[in-house]
């Protein structure tokens, strides 16, 4: 968000910023081209790379320094600035750079097939999002009779609900949740400092990150799949591994539920929380307004959630080789379009079982364009003439060269949640989803685990405010955690999902993938 002075203007701050980003859009091209000599090799040599010393030369191109270079300014005011009109600006200084035609420009923009399919998501997200859904059975798990007087049953409920409830949106998850925490913890006689009040605080927001990571059907981890497809679609001789949707739903779901279970551990016999004040918290505190029974448009919404899903999901459990498998799979592209299509022809009570006029209110406009501009800025960046991808393959190999096919799969995962703290979760998994396809197959490794691993850990980023909009809202609750008990415990939190990931998800991956 934009942080404004009183008297309207920008702040000394933010203009700075402005002026060192914007700065490295235009000029960033000037700089020497970075360049590595590597081993000659048949592939190099098909790419008429130069030879210097008995080695290949390999320089990131004058157009690759200019695709390198907008990409870098408009992440640079994305973190300092804001997450909106920094892509516009790099959309517009592209098309006047000479890389392609403005016509052209705006087509892959805003004509990408990926695009296109995630424009008709959100606006199914954001339908789910109006109908109120995730409140109801968020408010359910919380109701339950069994949590009365068991505080550790409760909090698992709790973690475990939340995760959950973000299967329909993460973000609204925990503005669902943390409210009733809040309620709980007065009641409770909790307050701001007290180790149960922060870890409850942060681990919504882990849970939020481990459902935006699991679900490959409209979250982050869809549009990394998503990519992969569209990378095998147009693959220029590097084997792009096949992710199958439903394959994925299961290892996300399983490293996210062992990850709640470590978490609920730490809380008890590492942190030792005093949980003997919800002893005698009564379910019916949240039971005051009683739970209305869903009504039919929420129905109807919950059963096109369902539609949707299984339109992705069946495939990868019935198989492609039958009609039902095989047009589903042919036509992945097409579920988005079908159910939006269908909640604006249903009718209930005489209207549209979703109103776009209504909806549109809560669609994720920010996230859209950012998705967009990560799509449109990293194939410019990455394409052939630019060697973007072959220098940063090389930096790569030299650095990871000699490691066993497991340890590569921990570098990368160390290498990926340590990024993603610091920029965009989905637009580094983007950018760098082509190299380590490129590093794979160059070791002779297959991708596919290593690519379901990493698809998942860039998504899990709270260390910083800049890392994710889940982390911001984090740091941005000043009322019941201090940004010094965000910090610690965020970090803590996502070193042990990291662990997860490595223990348990790595052979995990390589059994499924």
Same mark, same amino acid.
């Given at each position: 968000?934009?942080k404004?002075n009183?008297?309207?203007?920008l702040s000394p701050?933010?203009?700075?910023?402005?002026?060192?980003?914007i700065?490295?859009?235009?000029?960033?091209?000037?700089l020497?081209?970075?360049?590595?000599?590597?081993?000659p090799?048949?592939?190099?040599?098909?790419m008429?790379?130069p030879?210097?010393d008995g080695?290949v030369?390999i320089s990131i191109?004058?157009?690759?320094?200019?695709?390198l270079a907008?990409f870098a #300014?408009?992440?640079y @005011?994305?973190?300092?600035?804001?997450? %909106?009109?920094p /892509?516009?600006? $790099?959309?517009? +200084?592209?098309?006047?750079?000479?890389?392609?035609?403005?016509?052209?420009?705006?087509?892959?923009?805003?004509?990408?097939p990926?695009?296109?399919?995630?424009f008709?998501?959100f606006?199914?997200?954001a339908?789910?999002?109006?109908?109120n859904?995730s409140?109801?059975?968020?408010?359910?798990?919380m109701?339950?009779d069994?949590?009365?007087?068991?505080p550790?049953?409760?909090?698992?409920t709790i973690l475990?609900g939340?995760?959950?409830?973000?299967?329909?949106?993460q973000t609204?998850?925990?503005?669902?949740?943390?409210?009733?925490?809040y309620s709980i913890f007065r009641?409770?006689?909790f307050?701001?400092?007290?180790?149960?009040?922060?870890l409850?605080?942060v681990?919504?927001?882990?849970?939020?990150?481990?459902s935006?990571?699991s679900?490959?059907?409209?979250? #982050?981890?869809?549009v @990394?799949?998503?990519?992969l497809?569209? %990378?095998?679609? /147009?693959?220029q $001789?590097?084997p +792009?591994?096949?992710i199958?949707v439903?394959?994925?739903?299961?290892?996300g779901?399983?490293i996210?539920?062992i990850s709640?279970?470590c978490?609920?551990?730490l809380?008890?016999?590492?942190f030792r929380?005093?949980?003997?004040?919800l002893?005698?918290?009564?379910?019916?505190?949240?039971r005051?307004?009683?739970?209305p029974?869903?009504?039919?448009?929420?129905k109807?919404?919950?059963?096109l959630?369902?539609?949707?899903?299984?339109?992705?999901?069946?495939?990868?459990?019935?198989?492609?080789?039958?009609?039902?498998?095989?047009?589903l799979?042919?036509?992945a592209?097409?579920?988005?379009?079908?159910?939006v299509?269908?909640?604006s022809v249903?009718?209930v009570d005489?209207?549209?079982?979703a109103?776009?006029v209504?909806?549109n209110?809560?669609y994720?406009?920010?996230?859209?364009?950012?998705?967009?501009?990560?799509?449109?800025?990293?194939?410019?960046?990455?394409?052939?003439?630019?060697?973007?991808?072959?220098?940063?393959e090389?930096?790569?190999?030299?650095?990871?060269s000699?490691?066993?096919?497991?340890s590569?799969?921990?570098?990368?995962?160390?290498?990926?949640?340590?990024?993603?703290?610091?920029?965009?979760?989905?637009v580094l998994?983007?950018?760098?989803?082509?190299?380590?396809?490129a590093v794979?197959?160059a070791?002779?490794?297959?991708?596919g685990?290593?690519?379901?691993?990493f698809?998942?850990?860039?998504?899990?980023?709270?260390?910083t405010p800049?890392?994710s909009?889940?982390?911001?809202m984090?740091?941005?609750?000043s009322?019941?955690?201090s940004v010094?008990?965000?910090g610690?415990?965020?970090?803590?939190?996502?070193?042990?999902?990291?662990l997860?990931?490595?223990?348990a998800?790595i052979?995990l991956?390589?059994?499924?993938?």
């Open positions: 968000m934009r404004e009183a008297s309207g203007s701050g933010k203009i700075l910023h402005m002026i060192v980003g700065g490295i859009m235009i000029f960033g091209r000037y020497p081209c970075p360049s590595l000599l590597a081993e090799s048949e592939r190099l040599l098909r008429g790379l030879q210097v080695g030369l191109s004058p157009s690759g320094m200019t695709a907008i #300014g408009v992440i @005011l994305w973190a300092t600035v804001d997450t %909106l009109w /892509g516009f600006l $790099g959309v517009f +200084v592209l098309g006047c750079s000479g890389q392609a035609p403005m016509p052209q420009v705006l087509g892959q923009f805003m004509g990408n990926m695009i296109v399919m995630m008709f998501l606006i199914f997200a339908a789910l999002i109006r109908s859904v409140a109801w059975f968020a408010r359910w798990f109701t339950r069994f949590v009365r007087g068991r550790w049953v409760f909090t698992a475990t939340c995760y959950v409830v973000a299967f329909f949106e609204t998850s925990c503005f669902l949740i943390w409210p009733a925490l009641e409770a006689g307050k701001k400092g007290d180790l149960y009040v922060s409850m605080l681990y919504t927001i882990i849970m939020a990150l481990l935006f990571a679900d490959p059907v409209k979250a #982050g981890a869809f @990394l799949i998503s990519n497809m569209s %990378l095998a679609a /147009g693959s $001789g590097i +792009v591994p096949e199958n439903a394959a994925y739903l299961l290892f779901t399983t996210s539920l709640i279970l978490l609920l551990l809380m008890r016999f590492v929380v005093d949980v003997s004040p002893k005698n918290l009564d379910p019916e505190l949240l005051r307004e009683p739970l029974p869903l009504s039919r448009g929420q109807i919404m919950l059963l959630f369902f539609f949707y899903a299984a339109w992705l999901l069946l495939p990868g459990v019935i198989g492609a080789d039958n009609p039902v498998g095989g047009f799979r042919r036509n592209l097409e579920g988005t379009l079908a159910v299509l269908l909640m249903i009718r005489g209207k549209p079982a109103d776009l209504e909806t209110v809560a994720p406009w920010r996230i859209f364009f950012l998705i967009a501009v990560a799509f449109l800025l990293g194939g410019a960046m990455t394409a052939r003439d630019t060697n973007v991808n072959i220098y940063m090389y930096l790569l190999r030299d650095y990871l000699g490691m066993s096919a497991a590569l799969t921990v570098a990368i995962i160390i290498i990926g949640v340590v990024l993603t703290n610091f920029c965009n979760s989905v998994g983007l950018v760098l989803t082509p190299v380590l396809l794979c197959h070791f002779g490794f297959a991708a685990p290593v690519m379901a691993c698809i998942f850990i860039v998504l899990v980023a709270a260390c800049a890392a909009p889940f982390a911001a984090l740091y941005g609750n009322d019941w955690i010094r008990d965000a610690v415990h965020s970090v803590i939190a996502s070193l042990v999902v990291t997860v990931v490595i223990a998800g052979p991956a390589r059994l499924l993938f």
